[in-house]
């Protein structure tokens, strides 16, 4: 919350604008494409599993795994503060629990697995 409370006026309109749309369109039932949505699911995260396994054979790699670790939990923490601050506890809360929790309980721990992958081998 401290930065989503941070943002100036303008910002936090256009951030409350988006996301009111992306609200709307759900509950319109937007015909959404599964597969192409799958696929390019699919693709972002393998590469970021290939980004964080690469990475981790190098010394120097190491900051890229946190880095890329800190940005992912950075961007997570500030979509669910700007839903909460746009929809309220209540409503925003319902919003995270059905659209967000199941993807980021399989994908935290995928993540942390990635990254200390190549560190127990050693």
């Known amino acids: 919350m ?6 100036n006026e303008a910002q ?3 951030i409350s604008s988006y996301i009111s749309s992306f609200v709307e ?3 319109d039932n937007a015909s959404i494409d599964y597969i192409k949505l799958f696929f390019s699911s699919v693709r972002k995260n393998l590469f970021l599993a290939l980004l964080l396994w690469f990475s981790g054979l190098t010394v120097i790699g190491v900051l890229v795994v946190y880095g890329t670790i ?3 939990g950075f961007c997570l923490g ?5 839903i909460i601050a746009t929809l309220g506890a209540k409503s925003g809360g319902i ?3 059905s659209s967000m929790l199941l993807q980021n309980i ?3 721990p995928t993540i942390f ?4 992958s190549r560190y127990k081998a050693v």
């Not at 401290?2 to 943002?7: A, Q, T």
């Not at 697995?113 to 200390?116: D, G, R, Y």
């Open 2 to 7: 401290l930065f989503i409370n941070n943002v």
């Open 12 to 14: 936090g309109q256009e």
């Open 25 to 27: 369109k759900t509950k």
């Open 70 to 72: 800190c940005f992912r």
């Open 78 to 82: 500030y979509s669910i503060s700007s």
């Open 95 to 97: 919003f995270i629990i």
């Open 106 to 108: 399989i994908f935290i």
């Open 113 to 116: 697995a990635l990254a200390i």
